[in-house]
C-alpha cells in the first residue's frame, strides 16, 4: 500500500507498525524450514519482480526482499515502528479518521487503511495441564530461538503448513520427534527445479514469462477447487503416489492418508516431510491428546510420552481476527457490532458499509487456495487508490460502500462458496467458522477479482461531501 502510494506520487501518509521493522509474516515466522509454499515466480510485487534463488522462497530471502523494497521506495522515512493501533473511529463532524495507538498518541487521517493481517494470532489449544509442562512450550510462529534442540525430545503439536516444514528440520537435530496428528494433510511433492530455476530467475524476460505461466497454471486448479472438486482427483493420486513412494510402511502410511477432499484444507508440498517421518526417532501419534503434565503428554489410550519441549503448530484464531482493532465508524457502530450484527463481510472483501473511507488488505473471502496473495493485495491496493481518485474527482470528502451492494456481494460470494471443495471436501479447516461458515476464501478465479477491482462503482457508494467549516 505505502509503495502503491508513492507510486501514485502521494507522500502525505504513514504507516504505523507495532513491531521494530517490516515483513509482517515473513518477520514473526522464523520457525527452522520456513520457507513460502506458492511458487516463488509468483511471490514477489508486480512492480518489483525478484530473482528468487529457487522454486520456493525461504523465510529469510523473503523478509530481506521486503526490507529491500521498503527501502528502494523510501518507505522506511513513512513507517512508524513500534507504534501499536489501540481503536480508532470516524468523526463525522471533521470528516476523519481518528486512531489512538497505546501509548496515547493520536493520529488524524482522511483515509484509513488497515493491512493488519489475518493469521496473526497465534491459536494454542487449552489443553488441561499444558500450563504444569516442565519445559519450554512455544507457538511456531513465537520461535524461541534460545531453545537448543539438539538431542531434544521434542512434541510437536499439529500437521499444517507450518509443521510440514519445521518437522524435518527438527527431526534432522533432535534426540527424538513425536508428531501429533488430528488430520492429516495431503502432501505433494515439492519440485525444486534448482539451477534452472536460477538461471531463469536471472533473467528479467524468461522470469516474466515464467511467472505468467505459474500463474495461469495455479488458475487452473482454481476451477477444481471451486466447481468440481472431483477434477482435483488426478492430484490425490500423485499425493498418494508420492505417499507410496515415500512411506514403505503400510500402517504409517494409513495413518497419514487423508480421507477428505485435495484442497479442502491446504494443498501442502515436501519432499522431505514424509521422510522425517519415517526416521527411527520420529513417531506419528494419532491418538487425541488427553492432558500435559510436567513431564510430557499424555493420549487418551493412556500413554504417556516424555517431552523436554513442545512446538504448537496449531495454527491462528482467524475468523473476526480483524475486527479485534476497535474501529468505530458512522452513527457510533463499531466494526465488531457490524459484524455481529449481519455476519462478517466486507464489499470486493476491501470496504465495509458503515467506515467510510476504509479498506482493508487481505480482508474477509480474499484469500485463495490456488493462487498468490501478493496477486489479491496488489488488486485490493489498485482498488484503494482508485477510491481515493474517485473521492478528489467528485469534490468529495468520503465514500461509505451502500448496505445494498455489499449485501448482494455477500449474498453472490456464498452462493458461489457452497460449491466449492471447502463445503463439499468433508474437512474442517481454518477457512470455516465454528458455525460452517467460509470467510477466509475467494470462491473464484483470482482474475476475476483482478476484474472487479479494476473500477470503483460510483452509483453503489454514497458519496460524503467536505464538512461545511472545512470547505
Ligand atoms: O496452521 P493450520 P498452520 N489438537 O491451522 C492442528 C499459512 N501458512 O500454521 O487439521 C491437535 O493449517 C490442526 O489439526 P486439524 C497457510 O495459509 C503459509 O500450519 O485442524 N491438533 C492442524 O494440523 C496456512 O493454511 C505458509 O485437525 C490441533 C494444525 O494444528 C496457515 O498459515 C506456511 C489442535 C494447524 O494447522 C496456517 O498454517 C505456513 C488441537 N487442539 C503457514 N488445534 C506458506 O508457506 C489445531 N491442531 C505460505
Excluded at 510420552?305 to 465508524?329: E, H, N, Q, W
Excluded at 480474499?366 to 498468490?372: D, E, F, Y
Excluded at 481518485?389 to 449485501?407: C, M, S, T, Y
Excluded at 453472490?412 to 476464501?441: E, F, P, Q
Aim: charged content about 25%; overall charge positive.
Amino acid at each position: 500500500m505505502a509503495a502503491g502510494l508513492t507510486r501514485a506520487g502521494h507522500d502525505d501518509f504513514i504507516v504505523l507498525e507495532k513491531a521494530g521493522d517490516v515483513g509482517g509474516t515473513w518477520r514473526e515466522n522464523t520457525y527452522p524450514g520456513c520457507e513460502c509454499d506458492v511458487p516463488s515466480a509468483l511471490y514477489s510485487y508486480s512492480f518489483e519482480q525478484q530473482a528468487w534463488g529457487g522454486v520456493r522462497a525461504s523465510q529469510p530471502e523473503i523478509l530481506s526482499y521486503l526490507r529491500r523494497v521498503s527501502v528502494k521506495y523510501g518507505l522506511r522515512d513513512k513507517i512508524e515502528f513500534g507504534v501499536e493501533v489501540e481503536r480508532g473511529h470516524w468523526d463525522e463532524v471533521d470528516g476523519r479518521w481518528h486512531l489512538f495507538t497505546t501509548t496515547g498518541r493520536e493520529f488524524v487521517a482522511q483515509y484509513l487503511v488497515v493491512g493488519t493481517g489475518a493469521l496473526h494470532l497465534p491459536k494454542v489449544p487449552k489443553t488441561p495441564g499444558a500450563a504444569s509442562f516442565g519445559g519450554p512450550a512455544f507457538h511456531s510462529a513465537r520461535w524461541d530461538h534460545s531453545v537448543d534442540l539438539a538431542g531434544k525430545r521434542v512434541a510437536v503439536i499439529g500437521t499444517g503448513a507450518s509443521a510440514i516444514q519445521m518437522v524435518p528440520e527438527i527431526a534432522a537435530v533432535a534426540g527424538s520427534v513425536q508428531l501429533y496428528q488430528r488430520t492429516p494433510p495431503w502432501v505433494l511433492p515439492r519440485r525444486e527445479a534448482g539451477r534452472l530455476a536460477r538461471t531463469v530467475g536471472r533473467a528479467p524476460l524468461l522470469r516474466r514469462l515464467v511467472r505468467s505461466l505459474t500463474y495461469w497454471n495455479a488458475e487452473l486448479l482454481a476451477v477444481g477447487l471451486n466447481r468440481r472438486p472431483a477434477l482435483t482427483r488426478p492430484m490425490e493420486w500423485r499425493a498418494k503416489r508420492h505417499l507410496r513412494r515415500q512411506v514403505p510402511d503400510p500402517a504409517l502410511r494409513a495413518k497419514l492418508t487423508p480421507d477428505y477432499r485435495i484442497g479442502c484444507k491446504r494443498i501442502l508440498r515436501s519432499d522431505n516431510y514424509l521422510p522425517a517421518l519415517t526416521r527411527p526417532g520420529t513417531e506419528l501419534i494419532v491418538d487425541p491428546i488427553a492432558e500435559i503434565t510436567p513431564a510430557g503428554i499424555v493420549t487418551e489410550d493412556g500413554t504417556k510420552r516424555a517431552a523436554d519441549v513442545i512446538v504448537y503448530a496449531t495454527g491462528f484464531r482467524v475468523a473476526g481476527s480483524l475486527a479485534r482493532l476497535p474501529l468505530v465508524g458512522r452513527d457510533g457502530v463499531s466494526l465488531q457490532e457490524l459484524w455481529q450484527r449481519d455476519g462478517i463481510r466486507a464489499h470486493l472483501g476491501i470496504s465495509v458499509s458503515g467506515l467510510p473511507n476504509a479498506f482493508f488488505l487481505t480482508g474477509p473471502n480474499t484469500g485463495l487456495g490456488h493462487n498468490s496473495v501478493v496477486f489479491m493485495i496488489e488488486a485490493q491496493v489498485s482498488y484503494a487508490l482508485r477510491a481515493m481518485n474517485l473521492v478528489d474527482r467528485e469534490g468529495a470528502n468520503a465514500l461509505d460502500v451502500r448496505p445494498e451492494v455489499q449485501a448482494a456481494f455477500h449474498d453472490d460470494l456464498h452462493v458461489r462458496l457452497a460449491d466449492g471443495v471447502w463445503s463439499t471436501g468433508g474437512c474442517r479447516s481454518w477457512y470455516v467458522d465454528a458455525r460452517g461458515v467460509n470467510h477466509s476464501i475467494w470462491p473464484g478465479f483470482s482474475w476475476q477479482y483482478w476484474l472487479r477491482t479494476r473500477r470503483v462503482d460510483r452509483g453503489g457508494h454514497e458519496l460524503l461531501k467536505p464538512p461545511q467549516d472545512s470547505l
